[in-house]
């Protein structure tokens, strides 16, 4: 359980920057998630803290121990692979084994520790078979436990449930949480999946198309308080409008032409060079808004009123494209909370939107 | 419609049918004219004829020679074929290509060619008195050496392709996998590359083991033909002194100690896997 720290890493890859100067501290012993979309270099810095590939530029350091030159396997920390690159030919004993083999440990410990550890993730009665007689959520735990083995202080995840179904895929996320509880390893899981990072992590980091660290914080940070419009846009769905500074006589917000003005909380995040007239982006996600047909009573004034141009139904929510003006429509969702509901909303029914101020979220960029 | 129904999964079965008539009038029905041929007087006194300790002392040459060759040609081939097929990138293909050039010059012009390499006058020695390195021509052909050199020569192509297509579909995680778990390069060579690609060394291994130990061309040409091999004994028989029984005979005899010695490689290399993935080295 130690921390990594990335300072001014750079890694170029056959003449092309993959990363640049990343700085990057990854809390010890938490469950950290990087997220980003495919191709941005999420699995190049996981290659690079495995040691898989070396820095160009910069130094990577375990705890304080600079690990920057360290072959792979010299490094205190494992890693479970995408599709988890068992090795087919030993069996899943063997497998877990590895790692205490190659060590010389002596026969009676690793049957005594692998006997442990099996038990630990339920798989003690396969030990005997092929891997490739395994399901994959039992590749999975082989997998976790030829890499926990050993106790790294820091293991390392690739999309290791990238080839699952979701079903699956829901199940082993539950899974994971619970084996960093009981490791209490320092956990980096790549994902470019935002659902997975939010629900498995302590930390999230997300990076941007080019290998920048957008944002690092906590999932309910991340998604409450997002910094740009691509770290918005890219965890859940959200509603973003362009427009600019300004002060009413209620207080100083974001005014979107032809649409409304946007009140900001002044306790809400506010980006440090806000000034009148400046360019701004304001974001607000489709469950803060809420929709009528009629006024409500006790809320104050519907913020807008738009037509209701597009409906999907999603069982547990319904969500709404209500057109606000001629170019700008915004995204609502409702909870369903009743079997048959009392106010049918419907296409082109005319309705009232309200939201909470301190709901709105001013965007950096 | 019906005629058709029928005819068509059986089109399969009709394509196979020229390989099936090759190979039943090569080498079944060869091999029946030899056994036939063998015990054509009514007895078996063509084999007994060759249990002698000196046609013994052939057969454990000619093993000899061709467990060797193959061991020597293992130990050069593998390096390449792991080199061509993980590390080699976008010379792959080139390298390939080059590894093809030999099969398209005829088998004798290459030993007429290490003739001419190794001769009393020849390239080698001609090189090294002129710089003076020798005063006297070193005697080079006709030696056991001489005869490894070019056995080797000639059939290390054969023990790379089949190394090389195992290795080929190696799955290079495997390698950092192993890497990460705390394997230095030489642990995860011993564990886990060669046990994956033991298919390929035991393929390797017999393509060049069965015809090394029949053998006769070059043990003949380059080494002088001072010492009889099973290859030179067979064509011996059947070709010079017209006693085709005993070649027969003893074709037989040799296709089973041969047999006898793959058996015992295959059970061997199955040894070698579970040695290596149960425990340690």
């Known amino acids: ?365 | 419609m019906n005629i058709k129904k029928l005819f068509l999964p059986q089109i399969p079965f009709f394509l196979g049918i020229p390989a099936l008539v090759w190979q039943v009038l090569f080498v079944y029905v060869p091999l029946v004219f030899i056994l036939v041929l063998s015990v054509q007087s009514g007895t078996f006194e063509s084999f007994r004829a060759f249990f002698t300790a000196e046609y013994g002392l052939v057969l454990v040459r000619s093993l000899f020679l061709g467990l060797s060759t193959a061991t020597i040609c293992l130990i050069l081939a593998y390096p390449v074929a792991y080199w061509i097929a993980l590390c080699a990138g976008r010379w792959k293909n080139f390298l390939l290509f080059l590894l093809f050039i030999p099969f398209w010059t005829n088998f004798l012009l290459h030993i007429y060619a290490w003739m001419f390499i190794m001769d009393r006058n020849g390239v080698i020695n001609t090189v090294l008195q002129w710089l003076g390195l020798i005063q006297e021509p070193l005697h080079l052909l006709h030696t056991t050496a001489s005869v490894f050199v070019v056995m080797v020569y000639c059939y290390t192509p054969f023990m790379i392709w089949p190394i090389y297509s195992a290795l080929e579909k190696f799955d290079v995680r495997l390698h950092e996998a192993s890497s990460d778990l705390g394997a230095t390069w030489w642990q995860t060579l011993w564990h886990i590359v060669i046990p994956l690609s033991l298919p390929g060394i035991r393929s390797g291994f017999f393509l060049v083991l069965v015809p090394a130990f029949g053998e006769f061309v070059i043990p003949e040409l380059i080494g002088g033909d001072k010492v009889m091999f099973a290859g030179g004994v067979v064509s011996y028989y059947t070709l010079h002194a017209k006693t085709s029984s005993f070649g027969a005979a003893f074709t037989i005899i040799t296709s089973c100690v041969l047999c006898l010695v793959l058996c015992l490689i295959y059970l061997l290399s199955r040894r070698f896997m579970r040695h290596v993935t149960h425990g340690k080295v």
Not at chain 1, 320 to 349: P, T, W
């Open chain 1, 1 to 365: 359980m130690k921390s990594v720290e990335l300072r001014g890493v750079t890694k170029r890859l056959h003449g092309e920057v993959i990363l640049e100067n990343i700085n990057l501290v990854i809390p010890s012993g938490k469950f950290f998630a990087l997220l980003g979309p495919s191709g941005c270099g999420k699995t190049t810095l996981l290659r690079l803290i495995g040691g898989f590939e070396l820095v160009n530029e910069g130094q990577i350091f375990i705890g304080d121990r600079d690990i920057t030159h360290l072959p792979s396997n010299q490094r205190s920390v494992n890693t479970v692979f995408q599709n988890y690159a068992l090795f087919p030919h030993l069996s899943v004993f063997d497998n877990i084994a590895y790692s205490l083999n190659v060590r010389n440990v002596d026969k009676s410990v690793v049957r005594k520790r692998v006997g442990k550890i099996a038990e630990a993730f339920s798989i003690d009665r396969h030990l005997y078979k092929e891997i490739g007689q395994l399901s994959g959520g039992q590749q999975q735990r082989v997998a976790i436990a030829r890499a926990v083995i050993n106790e790294p202080d820091v293991l390392l995840l690739d999309e290791p449930l990238a080839a699952l179904d979701s079903k699956l895929r829901e199940r082993l996320l539950v899974e994971l949480s619970d084996v960093q509880e009981m490791l209490q390893t320092t956990f980096v899981y790549v994902t470019h999946d935002p659902f997975e990072a939010l629900t498995v992590a302590d930390q999230v980091a997300i990076m941007n198309n080019d290998g920048d660290i957008e944002q690092m914080g906590t999932p309910r940070e991340i998604y409450e308080f997002p910094v740009s419009s691509f770290a918005a846009r890219f965890v859940g769905t959200t509603n973003i409008l362009k427009g600019t500074f300004g002060v009413r006589e209620a207080g100083f917000g974001v005014d979107v032409p032809d649409v409304c003005f946007f009140l900001v909380d002044q306790a809400g995040a506010l980006v440090p060079n806000a000034r009148e007239g400046l360019q701004a982006f304001v974001s607000i996600r489709p469950e803060k808004i809420t929709i009528s047909r009629r006024l409500l009573e006790g809320v104050g004034a519907p913020k807008l009123t738009g037509r209701v141009a597009n409906k999907v139904y999603y069982g547990h929510s319904t969500m709404y494209q209500v057109q606000v003006n001629d170019g700008i429509a915004l995204r609502v969702f409702e909870q369903n909370e009743e079997h048959v509901r009392q106010e049918e909303i419907d296409y082109d029914d005319q309705v009232y939107l309200y939201w909470l101020d301190k709901n709105v979220v001013v965007l950096e960029r």
